[in-house]
């Protein structure tokens, strides 16, 4: 086989289909560097916290450990719980990204990653790094796209309040933003704060 001008890809094509699986493969194995990156595991360790009384029964009896969320300020246990990136890797989609990419994601020290909760501020900080969006967008996009991910009968059901049409999903879309704003609906991305870093 005649391997000049061929990319990895072509030369095994059983194991990677096209090049945006080979990039996946290692986007892969690079987060799988960074979760057992020491910086990362001696940050989590840090920043333990013995489960406050209050917090007990909201957390069970079982979490020996919690963490406070740096965006929104709340405790959360281990599980729900991230350590984000403040400045993102970025894509890694070409090998040109392979560098950039790997140094921001591992050549990290304590003051470039922050602790942010797993269901609501980690959400809204990667839609706001993906897309260059403000926190507002950001969590209103994402209340969006889970709601309308729902069934239409139930979006139907729950926007009735709002007295809007309802037939399609555009129609639907622009009764939730009516809703949110009206605060019939609540938005479950609301409350990070991001505003201070
Ligand atoms: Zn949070």
């Not at 094509?13 to 987060?31: A, C, D, I, N």
């Not at 960074?34 to 360790?45: D, F, V, Y």
């Not at 840090?46 to 979490?63: F, H, Q």
């Not at 729902?150 to 037939?167: C, E, F, H, R």
Request: hydrophobic share 35%.
């Amino acid at each position: 086989m005649d391997l000049k001008g061929k990319t990895p890809w072509e030369v095994l094509p059983t194991v990677w289909k096209s090049e945006s699986s080979y990039m996946s493969f290692f986007r892969g194995q690079l987060r799988r560097a960074w979760s057992r990156h020491p910086m990362r595991i001696e940050l989590l360790k840090s920043r333990r916290l013995k489960v406050p009384e209050e917090e007990r029964e909201r957390l069970g009896n079982r979490i020996k450990h919690c963490y406070r969320c740096e965006s929104c300020g709340k405790i959360h246990a281990s599980k729900n719980i991230e350590v984000d990136h403040i400045k993102p890797a970025g894509s890694l989609k070409t090998k040109e990204d392979l560098g950039s990419f790997a140094s921001r994601l591992l050549f990290v020290m304590p003051g470039d990653l922050q602790l942010l909760c797993k269901d609501l501020c980690h959400p809204v900080k990667s839609y706001m790094d993906a897309r260059n969006v403000s926190e507002e967008e950001a969590s209103l996009s994402l209340a969006l796209s889970k709601f309308m991910k729902q069934p239409a009968k139930k979006q139907k059901n729950i926007l009735s309040v709002t007295g809007l049409p309802l037939n399609n999903p555009e129609q639907r879309k622009q009764a939730f933003y009516s809703a949110i704003k009206e605060g019939v609906l609540t938005n479950p991305f609301k409350g990070t704060n991001f505003s201070n870093k």
